[in-house]
């Protein structure tokens, strides 16, 4: 995948808006916007959305230090990506707002098991000592899940400005 110039400013800015989205909601734990940006993304740009999700990745490792927290965000994110690039393109308006939010819910509800197998394999847990890992996690998991269904509640709408701005800037 080639970028233009144009697509690789406008990839920098969405992943530095990940990042900085992230900075502004860290007052609240584990509700942010980034399963909405990662959806609303992938709507618009499909494959290409892995560019902005990967430089927000990049953005936490570089500014908070690439240490033993960020490794799983090398994938927790792309599979989020990967669960949306395999939901159907043609569903109906109103099934897929609905489809999108539970998504980044299940996303936000999932997210210490996903988690999970990074914190394992750096730290020699057992399974059971991951599943307690999981275990004490859960409650910020549910905190994470409904956060993101909420937050969730604008993948549409920030799809749709994407859209239209995409269209605006293919006329000009």
């Not at 490794?71 to 990967?82: A, R």
């Not at 509800?109 to 988690?115: D, K």
Request: with cysteine; charged share 10%.
């Amino acid at each position: 995948m080639k970028l233009k110039t144009r697509e690789l400013a406008i990839f920098a800015m969405l992943g530095a808006i990940m990042y900085v989205s992230k900075i502004i909601m860290e007052w609240i734990p584990n509700v942010h916007l980034l399963g909405t940006f990662i959806v609303a993304y992938t709507l618009v740009y499909r494959r290409k959305a892995l560019y902005p999700i990967y430089i927000f990745v990049f953005l936490c490792g570089a500014l908070n230090g690439f240490n033993a927290w960020w490794v799983p965000y090398l994938y927790v994110w792309t599979v989020l990506w990967g669960v949306v690039m395999l939901l159907p393109k043609n569903m109906p308006k109103k099934l897929a707002s609905v489809i999108y939010v539970l998504v980044c819910a299940l996303h936000g509800f999932c997210f210490g098991i996903l988690y999970a197998p990074a914190q394992a394999l750096m730290f020699g847990l057992s399974f059971e000592q991951t599943l307690a890992w999981i275990a004490s996690g859960f409650p910020f998991d549910v905190m994470h899940g409904i956060g993101n269904f909420f937050c969730g509640m604008l993948i549409v709408p920030i799809a749709n400005v994407l859209k239209m701005l995409e269209r605006n800037s293919i006329q000009e």
